[in-house]
Structures are given as C-alpha cells and as structure tokens.
C-alpha cells in the first residue's frame, strides 16, 4: 500500500452533514460535510482512548465531537474542547489528532494520505470525460475479498478478457494479443490494445450498424495508486471506466467505479449500464479472489511475464521504485483487525511537518517507513517530523526485504 497519494475515499453523493468511516490503507478516517459544503477527513482514533469519531457528532459549526467524552475536534485536527477539564485549564497541544487534505473531483471525495508539502505531492489523475457533455457517468461499488494490486492488475490484463468474460466483453475464438506499446509516464501508464470484439448484445445491439469490425482498440492504463482505466471503443460510441481499488485491508478492496459513456446518455440508461459494469465485474470476481499468493510479490521473477503483460511489469517496476523510495505502507506482516495491537499508528499527515515543535509528540505514532526528501533517499529527520515517523516504523522495517 502506497502512501503520499491522492486517494478516492467516497462517492461526493455519499458524503453528507454527517460524519461518516471510510477506510483506505487498512486505517479508519472520519469523513463529514462542513457546513459551507467543504469535505473533512480526519483520522478517525481519537487521541484521548481512542473513540471512533464517526460514531460522534458535529458541534458548533464545524467541529466534531468524539462520542465517548466529547472532546471536540476542528476540522484542521485540533482539540478545542475537553468537557470534563474544569473553566480556565488549558487543553494539552498535544490534543490533536491527523487531519488529510480533502477536495472533491470527478464525484468523488479525494484526501491526501501522507504528509508531504503541497509542491511534492504527486498529481492527481484528469478524468476528461467528467467535464465533457458528451459524457455521461454512473457510479456503482463492491467489495471483493482480495487484495487492491491483484485487483488493479486485473483490468490492465488485457489476456484474460475471452476467458473469463467469454462472450459479454471477449471473444473466445480470438484470443491473441497483439504486441502493444506501453506510454508511461511518472504517475500513469498505458496502451492500446488490439481486441476482437463479440456481437454486442441486449439494448446495445439497437446501436449497431454496419459489418462488425475485426477488432476494437481498448485502452487500458493504471494511475498511481490504485486507479485503472479502461476505454472501450464500440462501433457505437466509447465506454470509459476508472476503476479506485481501496485497500480496506492487505485482503479485502474496496472498488468504487466511475463509468463515462457518450451514448444512451439519457438517465434511462443508466441502470443498464450499471448492471453491464456489475456483470463484467461478478465475472472477475471469483479468478481474482482465488490468486495466490494473495498479495502482489515483491519480486518480479516471483511471477512469469510474456509480453501482453507489459502494463503490469511496468505497474510492479515502478512500484518497486516507490517503495525504494519509503512510500510502502504495511508488509506482509501487518495484520489487521484480528491481533490486539497496542499502539495505535496512522499515515502522518502534513500537520506533523508544520509543527517541527511537536514533531515527536504526536500521541498516534505513524505508520510506514519515513517519507523521503524527493531525490529517492530517506531524509531520517526531514522537517523534524521524519526522525519521529521514523522510531514509530520501526515495528513495521523490513517489510518488504
Ligand atoms: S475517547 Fe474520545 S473523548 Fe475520550
Ligand atoms: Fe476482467
């Protein structure tokens, strides 16, 4: 799991006044709709025991209000109010727990799992379609039981579609991939892919018109973290899905897709195009569910490659790359959930790098190695948040060795 990132966390529908969990890299964060519209997303452990925020309320404006002994909580993660201090004591700086920048885009709630400053945060990927009116989106959810990269590299993997979707998307008597290139880039990859397409079927075989085509150009890509694209040229019009894979735990995915068409755009049409995203999905799911080992190796000879699997070698090198860098968070040896944990870790937020005076007093210790300097080596003591991030990992070094 990779942190320093843009994550999708929620649908923007979901996200309402009140507060809400979401979970993403294996930690519950609080998310809720301030009153001005704006979303806010902390972590949801508060520090005095460790209460769920998202089981409390808002107070005032726009704090939230842990729900076992309302201490109240600004959106920016300070500690405000501790009601069972008597008038006139002061509340520890100490008080306070990790706030992520949020923003909403493409109908989605983003935060930003990490900590560094605004200028090395990696971008966030553009969506085209959303602003285009000749697009129309649905938006549709499942959890799987397996791990997000397997579930990634799935839709990149271009060889599977006529076996594991037979007719629905592929075509069984037709499946060689022809060689592609991959364009890759810092934060992205892609390349079209030469597919043979079945007979389309149901309400879209209204649109077809003409002899059917020898092939149609898929593009398939992958947006660091966890984003990937599929772009379905039919002889009718395109169909373009991103698919957000939340790691909810090293086994368990969260995927939230986001799917763009420029025919049938009216609202009627939404449920079938929901329901063909869903089928194509339900097919996936058991192959993906029963891979072994169920997380993605570390290694590249772990696995064999042939050609039609450039996306994911390029998807495992880079990733390689960024864990180089101490982006990884959780190994194969964090568990979650099911072993009495002690200490409480979460992602460093960029509170922890603005205040160099609390930099070793954070109450939750972070979680993953230390961030980096930008050139790809550890810093140890960047920002002063680094040497505590740093003690704090040391449960969790060698994870990935
Ligand atoms: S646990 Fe949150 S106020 Fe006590
Ligand atoms: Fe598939």
Not at 127 to 141: G, I, S
Not at 169 to 187: L, R, S
Not at 281 to 294: G, K, M, N, T
Request: with cysteine.
């Amino acid at each position: 799991m990779l942190k320093n990132f843009w994550y999708a966390i929620e649908f923007s529908h979901a996200v309402e006044r009140r507060p809400r969990k979401v979970t993403c890299l294996g930690q519950d964060f609080v998310v809720w709709r301030r009153r001005g519209g704006q979303v806010s997303v902390l972590s949801d452990l508060c520090v005095h025991r460790g209460g769920a925020l998202s089981m409390g309320t808002l107070a005032g404006d726009d704090r939230i209000a842990c729900p076992y002994h309302g201490w109240e909580y600004e959106p920016d993660g300070t500690c405000v109010k501790i009601p069972a201090n008597p008038p006139g004591r002061g509340i520890p700086k100490k008080a306070r727990v990790d706030a992520y920048p949020a923003v909403e885009r493409y109908g989605l709630v983003w935060a930003y799992l990490g900590d560094l400053p605004e200028e090395r945060r990696p971008p966030m990927p553009h969506f085209p379609e959303h602003d285009d009116p000749a697009f129309r989106a649905v938006y549709w959810e499942t959890t799987i039981e397996a791990n997000y990269e397997r579930t990634m590299e799935n839709v990149v993997d271009a060889a599977h579609t006529p076996f594991v979707h037979g007719t629905s998307f592929g075509n069984p008597d037709k499946p060689e991939i022809p060689d592609f290139e991959v364009t890759q880039g810092e934060w992205q990859a892609e390349a079209d892919i030469l597919l043979s397409p079945p007979p389309p079927k149901g309400l879209w075989s209204l649109l077809r018109s003409g002899p059917r085509p020898e092939h149609v150009v898929v593009t398939n890509g992958w947006y660091l973290p966890n984003i990937v694209k599929l772009h379905v040229r039919l002889p009718f019009g395109d169909l373009i899905l991103y698919d957000h894979n939340i790691p909810l735990s090293q086994g368990r995915t969260q995927v939230k897709i986001v799917g763009y068409r420029n025919f049938f755009t009216g609202k009627w049409a939404d449920g079938n195009a929901i329901k063909r995203i869903a089928k194509i999905f339900e097919q996936d799911r058991p192959v993906v569910e029963s891979q072994r080992p169920e997380l993605l190796p570390f290694d590249l000879s772990a696995e064999l490659h042939l050609r039609s699997d450039a996306l994911q070698v390029a998807y495992r090198r880079r990733r390689q790359q960024l864990i180089d860098q101490g982006w990884w968070v959780g190994g194969d040896d964090l568990v979650m959930g099911d072993v009495p944990r002690r200490q409480a870790t979460v992602i460093a937020s960029p509170a922890r790098r603005d205040n160099p005076e609390l930099a070793r007093a954070w109450v939750h210790k972070s979680r993953g190695t230390d961030s980096t300097n930008g050139t790809g080596h550890p810093t140890g003591n960047a920002g002063g948040a680094g040497g505590a991030a740093a003690e704090a990992a040391g449960d969790l070094r060698g994870e990935h060795s």
